[in-house]
């Protein structure tokens, strides 16, 4: 989803929002983004290349949402022009210094195939600390593969570091287990710094991850 990076499932895109039923006390929100890199989990999912998004979701003041998301994937000179759909549903709520989130997302990809998946979530906030897991329950790959059910990405992160002159940091580490094989479990971490709709990202994934380069992403996103 969300994500020019997605950092965390809500993390990716903040967006502002304009009423469509007063008496629904429901919301509906769009964005759209560009980065140079897609990189998601400590991996670029665009083979290093640039991506453009857009999405649109639905929240309520219940506290329940719903939306979904779409990425590009390689450009013609990796040989792959594929995308990347997401659809996602939860239940968040906040006070001024804790936050939850819970939910499900379904990620699917163009051009791929049985490599569609999806995972239930929950991510809580105290303050501009954050944690999150999440554990994939169903999954079109094959029995016993990578990315098939029972894995598990675990991520912290600390945001709202003030830097001056407007800019922000943000830090994020995760770690993703996989259920077929331990070997290929690794960690990865992220320094995003931010500025209006801009953030700069720095990322770097341990060997396992088969994508370790250190990774210097420009990103913009917009919401309306």
Do not use: C, P
């Not at 554990?135 to 016993?144: I, K, P, W």
């Not at 060997?207 to 996103?221: L, Q, R, T, V």
Request: hydrophobic share 40%.
């Amino acid at each position: 989803m969300k994500t020019l990076t997605k950092l965390t499932l809500a993390a990716a895109v903040v967006a502002s929002s304009f009423g469509i039923s007063k008496a629904a006390n429901a919301e509906v929100s769009a964005n759209i983004g560009a980065t140079t890199n897609y990189v998601w989990r400590g991996v670029s999912q665009s083979a290093d290349a640039a991506s453009v998004s857009g999405g649109i979701d639905y929240a309520s003041e219940s506290g329940f949402y719903a939306g979904t998301w779409v990425g590009s994937l390689g450009d013609a000179d990796s040989g792959f022009n594929g995308t990347e759909t997401d659809f996602y549903l939860g239940f968040g709520g906040e006070t001024d210094t804790f936050s939850y989130d819970v939910g499900y997302i379904y990620y699917a990809y163009t051009e791929l195939d049985d490599s569609d998946f999806g995972e239930i979530y929950a991510n809580i906030g105290l303050g501009n600390f954050g944690v999150g897991v999440a554990y994939t329950v169903n999954s079109q790959v094959a029995e016993g593969s990578l990315f098939d059910s029972g894995d598990i990405y675990y991520s912290a992160s600390y945001g709202g570091i003030a830097l001056g002159s407007d800019f922000e940091l943000a830090l994020t580490a995760g770690l993703y287990t996989f259920d077929a094989d331990s070997d290929a479990d690794y960690a990865h971490f992220q320094a995003d710094i931010s500025k209006g709709d801009f953030t700069f990202s720095i990322s770097k994934a341990q060997e396992e991850a088969g994508d370790d380069d250190i990774k210097f992403i420009a990103s913009w996103s917009a919401s309306f």
